[in-house]
T-cell receptor, first 112, second 116 residues
Framework: AQSVTQPDIHITVSEGASLELRCNYS??????LFWYVQSPGQGLQLLLK??????LVQGIKGFEAEFKRSQSSFNLRKPSVHWSDAAEYFC??????????FGTGTRLQVFP | NAGVTQTPKFQVLKTGQSMTLQCAQD?????MYWYRQDPGMGLRLIYY???????DKGEVPNGYNVSRLNKREFSLRLESAAPSQTSVYFC???????????????FGPGTRLTVL
């Protein structure tokens, strides 16, 4: 069955430090991969997406993610975290009969 | 463009009461979705509608009904609310077609529902 795993429930980093959020997926075909961010009390906003082509994709707010087929991973990275990046991050994979499968999320806390 | 709008933003119900959550999108999307979000569970799909006039069950449909009123609007109804339905509910929409491929979903701001 298709699934998405985000192994880190909660990550804490200092402002200015680098960040990597992990995402592993299980999917039979070529996946469409997404990262969404949810600020407290808000809906989900798309950060970036991968459909095909270059395996390193750039997104909004200085985020990037790399698709590694051999590792079934799509990790999210940012070279220098800002306090405003504190939020919950969701990885998702599709299409599963036109639906997305979401991971359980990683909550990012940023210390000044 | 307002994107995806949801009403109400907050609601408190007593067990057994009914209510309808409203969702509308102005992006001419054909697909619409209802999710619930619970701590540690991520987003779970309740129902979705691939096009006007069609609806299908998602992962957790029990206790809910939906109506795709027209292309813009997709409502979620709780006929007899239970405390287990306390959650944050998100509506989303996307444009799906064979020619354009699989596209991202756009989310509304959510409805926080408490059932006492």
């Amino acid at each position: 069955a298709q699934s998405v795993t985000q192994p880190d429930i909660h990550i804490t980093v200092s402002e200015g430090a680098s960040l990597e959020l992990r995402c592993n997926y299980s999917y039979g075909a070529t996946p469409y991969l997404f990262w969404y961010v949810q600020s407290p009390g808000q809906g989900l906003q798309l950060l970036l997406k991968y459909f095909s082509g270059d395996t390193l994709v750039q997104g909004i707010k200085g985020f990037e993610a790399e698709f590694k087929r051999s590792q079934s991973s799509f990790n999210l990275r940012k070279p220098s975290v800002h306090w405003s990046d504190a939020a919950e991050y969701f990885c998702a994979v599709g299409p599963n009969t036109d639906k997305l499968i979401f991971g359980t999320g990683t909550r990012l806390q940023v210390f000044p | 463009n307002a994107g995806v709008t949801q009403t109400p933003k907050f609601q408190v119900l007593k067990t057994g009461q009914s209510m309808t959550l409203q969702c509308a999108q102005d992006m001419n999307h054909n697909s619409m979705y209802w999710y619930r979000q619970d701590p540690g569970m991520g987003l779970r799909l309740i129902y979705y509608s691939a096009s006007e006039g069609t609806t299908d069950k998602g992962e957790v449909p029990n206790g809910y009904n939906v109506s795709r009123l027209n292309k813009r609007e997709f409502s979620l109804r709780l006929e007899s609310a239970a405390p287990s339905q306390t959650s944050v509910y998100f509506c989303a929409s996307s444009y799906q077609s064979r020619t354009s491929g699989f596209n991202e979903q756009f989310f509304g701001p959510g409805t926080r529902l408490t059932v006492l």
